[in-house]
T-cell receptor, first 111, second 113 residues
Framework: GESVGLHLPTLSVQEGDNSIINCAYSNSASDYFIWYKQESGKGPQFIID?????DKRQGQRVTVLLNKTVKHLSLQIAATQPGDSAVYFCAETPGGFKTIFGAGTRLFVKA | NAGVTQTPKFQVLKTGQSMTLQCAQD?????MYWYRQDPGMGLRLIYYSASEGTTDKGEVPNGYNVSRLNKREFSLRLESAAPSQTSVYFC????????????FGQGTRLTVV
């Protein structure tokens, strides 16, 4: 069935360090894999996506890696800041229109 | 530019009552979505509308109905609310095609007692 899950429910990092958030997915047919950030009391906000035919994509301070062999997705945040504290969701798009979310990882940034 | 607007922000219902959650977007997006988010959980897709005039079931459609009133508006109706429907409901829209970015509203916190 379609499912997207996460390895670590909570991640605590020191300000300035790099963060790595991991995700496992099960649907090999998804066209895109996406990362969203959700701050407390708000709706999710798009961070970055990666097409299924790519291995790596970089944005501003973020990098997404896709390993299709082991069905693994990761989000790397460089020089983590207090404003990065949030819940991060991976998601996938099986069949184009639908976006299916995983359970989320909470990131704590210690000052 | 308001983006995605949901009303109401908070609602308490008694078991068996009905209500409609409203959602409107001003970005001329084709696709719209309704999700629910339970505490400590991810978002689960209830229904979506790929384009004006079409609606489809998502992961958890039971107990809900939707209407894509026009391109801007997509409403979610609970005909007979149950405590299991206590959740935060998010509406989202997306232009689709190669663009995967979905824009979310602020959410509606619904409690069914």
């Amino acid at each position: 069935g379609e499912s997207v899950g996460l390895h670590l429910p909570t991640l605590s990092v020191q300000e300035g360090d790099n963060s790595i958030i991991n995700c496992a997915y099960s649907n090999s047919a998804s066209d895109y894999f996406i990362w969203y950030k959700q701050e407390s009391g708000k709706g999710p906000q798009f961070i970055i996506d990666i097409r299924s035919n790519m291995d790596k994509r970089q944005g501003q301070r973020v990098t997404v890696l896709l390993n299709k062999t082991v069905k693994h997705l990761s989000l790397q945040i460089a020089a983590t800041q207090p404003g990065d504290s949030a819940v991060y969701f991976c998601a996938e798009t099986p069949g184009g229109f639908k976006t299916i979310f995983g359970a989320g990882t909470r990131l704590f940034v210690k000052a | 530019n308001a983006g995605v607007t949901q009303t109401p922000k908070f609602q308490v219902l008694k078991t068996g009552q009905s209500m409609t959650l409203q959602c409107a977007q001003d970005m001329n997006h084709n696709s719209m979505y309704w999700y629910r988010q339970d505490p400590g959980m991810g978002l689960r897709l209830i229904y979506y509308s790929a384009s004006e005039g079409t609606t489809d079931k998502g992961e958890v459609p039971n107990g809900y109905n939707v209407s894509r009133l026009n391109k801007r508006e997509f409403s979610l109706r609970l005909e007979s609310a149950a405590p299991s429907q206590t959740s935060v409901y998010f509406c989202a829209s997306r232009s689709t095609g190669l663009n995967t970015e979905a824009f979310f509203g602020q959410g509606t916190r619904l409690t069914v007692v």
